[in-house]
């Protein structure tokens, strides 16, 4: 397939690269073969699908998000995290445990990700096998790519809200013989003060047999950094009592916020590879902090963004990367422009191929890549001949879902599934 449209993306941080009526060549595979200013000549017989003046845009991928609690979202953030985990979250994940609630919440999940052009995602479920078999079966069937993971949880939490390492681990492996290319299962151990050590250390000896990937949270809020500390006495800090279980790198790892993370943690983040998934929405809503991103990204640190739903309050990356930037331009302006905050093209490669890279070759333009696509139809912003540097700045802070005509997920269009 050929795609023509204004081309936009990110091959680098450092600036939008952009090709004003380019084109994309798609292999069968669903792999970008290249991408071009002119049609080669090798291509003139090949029919072109032309998308006009629109923009094409790589799919946004949300490294961080929990899809039961979709139903608390823009409710519920008049608390810190630990009392609104008790007091607003734990209850309605509980409710999981009804397949038909489940069935109707996650749909509506998976159906506002596909809305927003959120194409890639990696996912908390609860602790229940069956809604969580279910959320992957509905990625799968809208075509989307997704790492789903059942949460595994087994202290501080509601006795109907735990599982054991045994439930999880052999949830786990099941799920991993079943995985396909777009849907995998992710070990998910909720955080240090929800898993005992024995849980912990049996879900990083999983990890260290299969490879399976690992995502939990980090470093959110100081009351939660100070119980971890008093959990784990013999850690040198809270990454570290990850590492010390086999969860920090050993395999590939996302570790959500990092708001107080420096010194030793940075170094084994950085050295372990680990992924700092940088979730701004959620960090303002909970009064949780301001992640140091800038010095992460300086120390070679990976970064990718979440919506963090439901403390995040919105599912769309186009928030995210807006909030991202004006929180870094607070951080700017408090370090007395020590810190340099975010510019536009970072936070959109955070957005894209930082986070795309969890995935494979994914969110960029470029030969190899696989075509995750937004077609963005800006003509009611784009009224008086803005440049397409300025059309995608407009289409950030201003566009949303409306706008998308449409959306593609390795190399395939997805159509809208409607439910209800
Ligand atoms: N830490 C442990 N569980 C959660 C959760 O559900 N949301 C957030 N933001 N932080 C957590
Ligand atoms: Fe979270």
Redesign the pocket.
């Known amino acids: 397939m050929i795609y023509r449209a204004n081309i936009i993306c990110t091959p680098t941080p450092e600036r939008f690269k952009i090709l004003e009526h380019g084109y994309v060549v798609v292999n069968d595979d669903g792999r970008i073969q290249g991408v071009y200013e002119s049609l080669p000549d090798s291509f003139v017989s090949t029919p072109v699908t032309d998308f006009g003046d629109c923009l094409l845009i790589p799919a946004f991928c949300d490294m961080h998000v ?1 899809a039961p ?1 979709y139903r608390n979202l823009g409710l519920a953030l008049d608390e810190e ?1 630990l009392p ?2 008790q007091k607003y ?1 734990f209850p309605e ?1 509980m409710k999981f445990s009804d397949i038909r609630y489940a069935e109707r919440i996650y749909r509506r999940f998976v159906h506002e990700l596909w809305m927003q052009g959120t194409m890639r995602s990696a996912v ?1 479920a609860t602790i229940h096998p069956q809604a969580t078999d279910l959320l992957a079966a509905l990625f799968e069937e809208a075509g989307m790519s997704a790492y789903v993971g059942l949460v595994a949880m087994n202290r501080n939490c509601p006795d109907q809200l735990t599982n054991t390492a045994e439930d999880a681990c052999t949830y786990y492996q099941d799920a991993f013989q079943r995985q396909t290319d777009l849907v995998k299962p992710i070990l998910t151990p ?2 240090i ?2 898993c005992t050590p024995d849980m912990l250390s049996r879900i990083g000896q999983l990890a260290a047999s299969s490879g399976m990937p690992v995502q ?2 980090l470093s ?2 100081l009351s ?1 950094v100070e119980w971890v500390q008093s959990l784990e006495v013999e850690a040198s800090c809270y990454g570290d009592a990850y590492n010390r279980y086999g969860l920090f790198g050993q395999t590939p790892t996302l570790m ?2 990092c708001c107080y993370t420096d010194g030793e943690e940075l170094r084994l983040l950085r050295d372990n590879g680990v992924f700092v998934v940088h ?1 701004p929405t ?1 960090n303002s809503n ?1 009064a ?1 902090g301001m992640a140091p991103i800038r010095h992460f990204l300086n120390e070679g640190v990976k970064v990718a963004l979440g919506t ?1 739903v ?3 309050h919105y599912l769309s990356m186009l928030r995210v990367i807006q909030y991202a930037i004006q929180i870094s331009k607070l951080h700017y302006a408090q370090s007395r422009g020590k810190v340099k905050y975010l510019s536009l093209s970072e936070a959109f490669y955070l957005a894209t191929k930082s986070g795309g890279a969890f995935f494979g070759k994914v969110g960029s333009f470029e030969p190899g890549y696989m075509f995750d696509a937004l077609v963005v139809d800006d003509s009611y912003l784009n009224y008086d001949n803005y440049s397409l540097e300025h059309r995608i700045e407009r289409y950030i802070y201003l566009g949303d879902d409306r706008d998308i005509r449409h959306r593609f997920c390795n190399g395939k269009e997805l159509k809208e599934i409607c439910y209800e």
Request: with cysteine.
């Open positions: 929990h609690q995290l609104w985990l979250t994940e908390f909720r955080f003060p929800a939990s949270h959110e809020n939660e959500a916020h979730c959620s909970l949780s963090d439901s403390a995040g």
